[in-house]
């Protein structure tokens, strides 16, 4: 960019995502790197009582190295981490979307229900309870382990407020596997999932693909010691985010972005179901679409269908752009609201634009993976409204940008 990024970048970070994910980035502008930081469709019981532990901030977390890749981690590659010179212990974390069909209290009330014939996305991380155990805050270490060593289950805060579920409640999941909640945490302790449960209950709703490792150092080695020991792992069709303790403003897979439990909190929750004729998408229930989706004349974009919660600032940001006489930034619109996976694979995560949270604008100019062409006044003025960019992003997405509910997450 020729102006000054607003997104603030500490060198040390740079240097470990240029060598070791060959990122790309805007002519003279900043390389990716983290950005520093509702009810759903059931019918919840106003009886059931959400559990509330007091959030902990990410510094609480033992520091850790996180490393992803955008379609999962290669096969063999965590383990090839953890066998690095100077990896004290590392650990992997599986994550995908469980679909359930209902909860219910301690005393088996119902609590929320799926109405038929969809389910509502839980995004479900398994781990390994022993290996897992050491980046835990040691506050919550003792109850998540012993959870999950149960075979229990572990609700995120937010999660169970949303659920309105606390210890000893359940959900019911596509299937007929049953997970019994056995601990309540803060959001940061599990990743900022859904929920989390051990690897072998993971199997059984699943929940299967490895999406990240946490590597614990014995020292603090230079951002350049670690980019030579890995850089010769990874494949470059393939490339890998890593990022030292305390850098992402999430620790877990796209690091970047809201997790889904925060887009349920600022969009609404969905029931849903995946659509057989077509893999990668999604079959929705009309009462969200009716709820939380509308279709308006935005200036310089046309028809746009979206989450009714991004219109006003996507139309402040259109008419800014207007005002300043900066409406040919826009080349063309390529949509808000499809009810999808990412990249339409149907093993990956829930993309944002199912909840019509994002817009893609400039597309063709901005294809997914490739250099990022979008004038920094349009990423600005979009910054100023309240989207992040992709353009951003470890493999950057430059046609993407994402609207972030104020006071949301935060």
């Known amino acids: 960019m020729s102006r000054r990024s607003p997104y ?47 959030p902990l901030p990410d510094r609480t977390l033992p520091p850790a190295y996180l490393a992803w890749q955008h379609d999962g981690l290669a096969p063999g590659l965590g383990s090839k981490l953890a066998r690095l010179a100077g990896v004290e212990r590392a650990v992997e974390v599986a994550g995908d979307t469980a679909w359930m069909v209902r909860s219910a209290s301690a005393s088996g009330h119902t609590v929320d229900s799926a109405p038929a014939p ?44 949303l659920r309105h579920l606390r210890v000893g409640g359940s959900i019911t999941f596509e299937g007929g596997v049953t997970v019994r909640i056995g601990a309540v945490v803060p959001d940061v302790a599990v990743n900022w999932a859904e929920l989390m449960v051990p690897h072998r209950l993971g199997r059984r709703l699943g929940v299967v693909h490895d ?15 670690v980019a030579r020991q890995i850089q010769p792992l990874v494949d470059p069709s393939q490339p ?61 974009l046309g028809t746009v269908t979206c989450n009714t919660k991004v219109f006003d600032a996507l139309d402040s940001a259109m008419r800014e752009l207007q005002r ?49 062409d979008q004038d920094p006044r349009l990423v600005e003025v979009m910054r100023r409204s309240g989207f992040t960019w992709g353009g951003l992003w470890a493999l950057p997405d430059g046609m993407h940008f994402e609207y972030r509910v104020p006071g949301v997450g935060t």
């Not at 060198?11 to 060959?22: I, N, T």
């Not at 999406?211 to 230079?222: C, D, G, M, Q």
């Open 8 to 54: 603030p970048i500490r060198p040390a970070a740079v240097a470990l995502l240029v060598a070791l994910a060959a990122c790309t980035h805007a002519a003279g502008g900043a390389p990716p790197s983290p950005v520093s930081l509702g009810p759903g469709s059931g019918s919840p019981s106003a009886g059931a009582t959400p559990a509330s532990p007091v």
């Open 118 to 161: 969809f389910f509502i996305p839980i995004e479900t991380q398994a781990v390994a309870p022993l290996p897992f155990a050491p980046f835990l805050p040691p506050a919550t270490r003792n109850a998540v382990v012993a959870a999950l060593q149960r075979g229990r289950g572990v609700l995120g805060a937010t999660s169970a407020k």
């Open 211 to 225: 999406r990240f490792a946490l590597l614990e150092y014995r020292r603090s080695p230079t951002d350049r010691a």
């Open 240 to 300: 890998l985010r890593i990022q030292r303790p305390g850098e992402p403003e999430f620790r877990r897979y796209a690091d970047s972005v809201w997790p889904p439990v925060l887009m349920k909190v600022g969009f609404g929750e969905f029931a849903a179901r995946p659509d057989p004729a077509h893999p990668g998408y999604l079959l929705m229930d009309p009462a969200f679409v009716r709820a939380h989706i509308a279709t308006r004349a935005v200036p310089l």
């Open 324 to 372: 300043r006489g900066l409406g040919s930034l826009i080349h063309g619109f390529a949509g808000c609201y499809s009810p999808r996976m990412v990249l339409r694979v149907p093993t990956a995560p829930i993309s944002h634009h199912a909840w019509g949270a994002a817009v893609d604008i400039n597309a063709a100019q901005n294809p997914f993976g490739a250099k990022p």
